[in-house]
């Protein structure tokens, strides 16, 4: 099977202010980081990046300044996620037309119990998937609080032409992603890890061949991804084992903040804050972020300074 894309597409953050405003200079400092680290993609507007803190017209401002800044050197993954099937297909189309590879969308969903049937899901994906010329990747993410089958995630690939990639981050991922290759076949085209890579290696063993993490460590994610997709499993592991805490740390100590604050503590971005009313990291909780990814020496610490 040709895969279009595969390895490490990690979740830019996005950058503000210390008073709420985009950055865009460092927003570009972050990008370029990133790229320099070894990613081999980037994903914008993610739920990592705040995208729910983010209007429409900032939106828009983003996708551009991302897009002309990475300028070709690697494939731009956008989150187009809305309610509404027109919304979401108006986004998703603006983002085509300005060069994105992908669109990354999540089903239906808002607050805590509004929901849709599967039926409506899959009416959903379809009427993207026929609006679009680029493939569409369906997040299976807690977030949405909608369950995804394995089984019917298969048939959303057998049936919808761009529905080919997939980014598990439920609970049990490798065991849905094994089911999901085993009934998709070749029309699950990029089954991909997520959730910062906390189960990454049992991922990549049920066949994962992408990887959606934080974006501060892009160059710690390819030493296991690489010499696993290469075959090298022994080597995968090992690194695995060596950068767990620092993955670990961040899904379950700092969230979304992590990446920010190991971006500033390495003079990528000028400011970690998130945008109000998301709560700042905690002092302590930082600290010991940065602590544990110092033993770890990742390009993110010096690439700044």
Known sequence: MIRRYQGVFPVAPTT???????????????????????SNGICILANFSEQFLLSDEEREILTSTALKHVDGRVPVIVTTTHFSSAVCIER?????????AMVMVMPPYHGATLRVSEDNIYEFYARLSDALKIPVMVQDAPVSG?????????????????????????????????????????????????EEGITLLPDLDAGATGAMTAGAYPDGIRLIVDPYLAGQRDQAVAQYQRWLPLINFENRQTGLLGAKALMKEGGVIACEAPRHPFPALDPITRRGLIE??????????????
């Open 16 to 38: 503000f202010s210390e008073s709420g405003e985009l950055d865009l200079g460092s927003q570009k400092r972050c990008i370029d980081f990133m790229i320099d680290a070894g």
């Open 92 to 100: 998703s189309r603006r983002a085509q037309a300005q060069g994105v």
């Open 292 to 305: 544990t990814a110092r033993r770890l020496d990742p390009m993110v610490l010096r690439w700044g300074h």
């Open 146 to 194: 909608t369950a995804l089958s394995a089984a019917f995630l298969a048939r959303m690939a057998r049936e919808l032409e761009q529905v080919a990639y997939f980014k598990i981050e439920s609970v049990g991922a490798a065991s849905k992603l094994r089911a999901l290759i085993r009934l998709g076949g070749t029309s699950v085209e990029g089954p991909w890890d997520g």
